[in-house]
């Protein structure tokens, strides 16, 4: 079974800092990896899917990175804002789709 | 963009009601639909996975016969929890995707189930 792991479980920076959300995963025969951010009480937003054949994916302020040697996978998010503070998922898709826990992201003005 | 519909958002029951949970792609048709449930401060766990016009593939530790799935469309799934009790009480999430697997799964925005 796919293990998925994410850090830091949580993270408060002041607004406007660059930072980096590391996602671990135990199975390198994924199809692709999706990022997610979850607000409380809500449903999922994709963020950012990368194919396993694809190194990264951008969109705005968002990066996220693959290395399927090391089993790893990194969101950037550049020039943070308040409205970015919600939980970020990242999600393996390979022969069991799992989540990783998560990490809670705080923004503060 | 791929939407997916999830309907209702918010139930509350008594204990012993069935509730059915409805999971709609709106403009694409998902040929593979997953179930999640997810507890407060948790992250999201996979119930089952649906595939249009099959049985179900349950997780182990999900009962099958309490998590009632049928996929009779591509684009809708249903989820119905029967006799539920207030231990069923949580967030319980679709999502759909395309056949290929390479394919991003597009989620619904949840339904809060709460069991009285």
């Known amino acids: 079974k796919q293990e998925v792991t994410q850090i830091p479980a949580a993270l408060s920076v002041p607004e406007g800092e660059n930072l980096v959300l590391n996602c671990s995963f135990t199975d390198s025969a994924i199809y692709n990896l999706q990022w997610f951010r979850q607000d409380p009480g809500k449903g999922l937003t994709s963020l950012l899917l990368?194919?396993?054949?694809?190194r990264e994916q951008t969109s705005g302020r968002l990066n996220a990175s693959l290395d399927k040697s090391s089993g790893r996978s990194t969101l950037y998010i550049a020039a943070s804002q308040p409205g970015d503070s919600a939980t970020y998922l990242c999600k393996g898709s390979g022969s069991r789709l799992t989540f990783g826990e998560g990490t809670q992201l705080t923004v503060n003005p | 963009g791929a939407v997916v519909s999830q309907h209702p958002s918010w139930v509350i029951c008594k204990s012993g009601t069935s509730v059915k949970i409805e999971c709609r792609s709106l403009?694409?048709?998902?040929?593979?639909m997953f179930w999640y449930r997810q507890f407060p401060k948790q992250s999201l766990m996979l119930m089952a996975t649906s595939n249009e016009g099959s049985k179900a593939t349950y997780e182990q530790g999900v009962e099958k016969d309490k998590f009632l799935i049928n996929h009779a469309s591509l684009t809708l799934s249903t989820l119905t929890v029967t006799s539920a009790h207030p231990e069923d009480s949580s967030f319980y999430i679709c999502?759909?995707?395309?056949?290929?697997?390479?394919?991003?799964?597009?989620f619904g925005d949840g339904t809060r189930l709460s069991i009285l």
């Open positions: 990368i194919q396993s054949s694809q």
């Open positions: 403009d694409f048709q998902a040929t593979t």
């Open positions: 999502s759909a995707r395309v056949v290929r697997a390479n394919q991003p799964q597009h």
